[in-house]
């Protein structure tokens, strides 16, 4: 039967429109993928100043967030001020994270004998709270920038040491003999196998890390530190202005979403074929 005979016309005409159904349903679930994070966040400050106005709660205890815009127009020139010094803090403090952490993470996860000596050491120290820490930090290099910044190193480093670790690890030791029997060296194999294998684990730790890394810029500028949110906070809130202490708690979360966002750009850009199998999942998912 000729393929353009009436009888294949219906069969054919059928199939194409489930494949627009499904190109449509995908486009749909993106977009709505995309607006979801705008549509909560925007519901949630709606929600916040409606109970706050028709309980008349006192801004002393829960400001509306229209008094925290009104907080952020005031104050914008020392909260852009003391932002960006928190920013520079988080950021040299992850950067330093992110290289001694990955060196750390290549050397456990390709040695046993570092894996099972360093880890309880690691653990060991990552279970110690960090604002115990800030007092020694402020002993050894004085009040200022610098314990802030070593701070978000130590509580951003242990995320990206033991994801490292683990991706280079769990390389399966059939694939490790067999790349040995064709001659492969250490060297080459966590070069070429066990780093690839491990950038997802990688990149799953700098999402965790970066959040991580502005608690600890927080914490040693609310202890030690003469600049910063962490200040600027503990400054409002030593003159009750608490529009304020939540005006500098929103801009850290701003600077936290849009670095997690970068991290996971670079991500996507990086390992994206990792993400494969669940993009072409999602799309079947919209099309059923």
Not at 150 to 167: E, K, M, R
Request: net charge positive; aromatic share 10%; proline share 6%.
């Amino acid at each position: 039967m000729p393929l353009d005979s009436p009888a294949t016309k219906p069969a054919a005409t059928a199939a194409q429109l489930r494949v627009e159904a499904m190109a449509a349903a995908a486009r749909r679930r993106r977009r709505l993928q995309a607006a979801l994070p705008w549509i909560i966040i925007v519901g949630t400050f709606v929600v916040w100043e409606v109970v706050c106005q028709a309980f008349q709660i006192p801004q002393f205890i829960l400001p509306a967030p229209s008094a925290i815009a009104a907080s952020m127009w005031k104050w914008w020139l020392p909260l852009l001020d003391n932002s960006w010094q928190t920013l520079m803090t988080t950021l040299i403090g992850f950067a330093l994270a992110i290289v001694f952490g990955l060196l750390l993470g290549v050397a456990i996860g390709s040695s046993t004998l570092l894996y099972h000596g360093l880890y309880p050491l690691l653990i060991a120290f990552n279970s110690v709270p960090k604002v115990a820490v800030v007092p020694i930090l402020v002993i050894w290099f004085g009040i200022g920038t610098v314990p802030a910044v070593i701070t978000a190193f130590l509580i951003s480093f242990f995320p990206i040491v033991v994801n490292v670790a683990t991706g280079i690890a769990t390389v399966e030791p059939e694939l490790r003999d067999v790349l040995r029997a064709l001659g492969a060296k250490p060297t080459d194999i966590i070069r070429k196998v066990g780093l690839p294998r491990a950038m997802p684990y990688f990149f799953a730790s700098l999402k965790i890390a970066i959040t991580v890394a502005f608690v600890g810029s927080i914490i040693a500028e609310t202890v030690a530190a003469n600049k910063g949110i962490g200040h600027l906070m503990m400054l409002a809130s030593s003159r009750f202005d608490v529009p304020l202490v939540f005006a500098g708690l929103i801009i850290t979360g701003v600077m936290g979403v849009i670095m997690y966002v970068v991290a996971v750009a670079i991500e996507n850009r990086t390992t994206g074929w990792a993400m494969r199998g669940q993009d072409s999942g999602q799309v079947a998912v919209a099309g059923v």
